[in-house]
């Protein structure tokens, strides 16, 4: 689930159930508190096979922007979910940098992958995360898509800062911001799904900053177990 994300999700789902979502959107905010998730539910709910079953018994809307509506809860259970969620969708394409940057490279090949139709014919969604690694080449080729967007093509920028990227970018996508996680939220994470103890679960949250990844990494690496023994090597210091 996404959490602690009201509204953020309450812009999608009226995107989605309107049928007027953008054709560029950039999700922003610290790292760790669901931007790509929510990515990948967008695309999900996108390419649902019960959603496409719905927009085939409704007349078509010559008013929405994008697409007719389309509900705004993927079924996580169909083919095309399946694929979506193991990344393993045509039509979903995950563009990451290439050891530090985006290279105009990519973005070339991206272009001319949205120059053909959706291999399965529903929206294509493309992720594009750590945008901010893109260099100013890249920023300016990926803007001639943004200017001339493909039809049934999505795209989502994913970064910390719209500052990050070029003002001309940002400027042809709907920035959504996420917000930190609270506490709470992150210490009923790992308490639920790590099993850890409240005592140290609500310690590791925090110090996450807010941030559900930072939180779970610092529990990977046994962080709360390293601070349990310094600890205890300070207490038997001699006074």
Known sequence: PIIDQVRPIRILTAFLQKGTIPHALLFTGMEGVGKERAAVVVAMACNCERSCAE??????????????????????????????????????????????????????????????????????????????????????????????????????????????????????????????????????TLVREHGMAEGDAAVIAGLAGGSLSRAQRMYATNWIQRRHRLINELESLPG
Request: hydrophobic letters at 35%; proline letters at 10%; a positive charge.
């Open 55 to 188: 927009r085939e018994t409704r007349p078509p809307d010559d008013n929405a922007d994008i697409s007719p509506p389309i509900t705004s809860i993927p079924c996580g259970k169909c083919k095309s979910c399946r694929k979506i969620k193991s990344d393993n969708h045509p039509d979903i394409i995950r563009l990451r940098p290439s050891g530090a940057y985006i290279k105009i490279e990519q973005v070339r090949s991206l272009c001319q992958t949205l120059a053909m139709k959706p291999y399965e014919g529903g929206m294509r969604v493309v992720i594009i995360s750590d945008a901010k690694a893109m260099n100013p080449a890249a920023g300016n080729a990926l803007l001639k898509v943004l200017e001339e967007p493909p039809v049934k093509t999505l795209m989502i920028l994913v970064t910390a800062h719209a500052a990050d990227l070029l003002p001309t970018v940002v400027s042809r996508c709907q920035n959504i911001r996420f917000n930190p996680l609270s506490k709470s939220s992150i210490m009923g």
